[in-house]
């Protein structure tokens, strides 16, 4: 059960939106700054979680929000490769670092957890490199799902390995 800084994090003005998709119901946490967090099902397992959403108040008329679904409907058509969001992180500088690699891998391409880390000069921080991805609040949107391991086998995903292998199913489509 992962937990992500942006609890602690999140402004005032913080609210939630829900959306359907092909792979679950996905909740968004938005706010005037932008887009901080795209969560599954599977988070809610988690009790801060709940107690967050239980805080927020819906809209589904923020900006970011229309946004984003409509950049997700997309992408789950095949129509969008790359999404143009004003989205907010809340990490370590690391964290940050491997973010910004996970949004360099071009869609449909997978690479392993020790190609991300090389690529960020360190090829023995790939388990720190698994760590931070596992971080990531912006799933889809910051491509964690395109990392895989050194073997080829699907590891580690916040949404759940069946989910990422849809997400990889689908890039291969398109």
């Known amino acids: 059960m992962r937990s992500l800084k942006l609890i602690d994090s999140l402004p005032q003005d913080a609210v939630y939106f829900q959306m359907d998709s092909p792979v679950e ?27 967050l959403l239980a805080q927020l108040k819906k809209n589904n008329n923020l900006e970011i929000f229309l946004k984003a679904e409509k950049q997700l409907t997309e992408y789950f058509l095949g129509q969008r490769k790359k999404f143009d969001l ?8 690391f964290q940050k670092q491997a973010w910004a690699e996970l949004s360099k891998i071009p869609y449909g391409q997978t690479i392993s957890y020790g190609e991300q880390a090389g690529n960020m000069g360190d090829t023995n921080k790939a388990r720190a490199v698994g760590m931070a991805n596992g971080q990531n609040p912006l799933s889809i949107i910051i491509p964690c799902h395109r990392v895989i391991g050194a073997n080829g086998k699907l590891t580690g995903f916040g949404g759940g390995l069946d989910k990422k292998e849809f997400l990889l199913g689908l890039e291969r489509c398109f």
């Open 86 to 93: 004003d989205l907010v992180l809340y990490g370590t500088a």
């Open 25 to 51: 119901r996905l909740t968004l946490m938005g706010s005037s700054q932008g887009l901080h967090a795209v969560l599954w099902d599977c988070d809610f397992q988690n009790p801060k979680y709940i107690n």
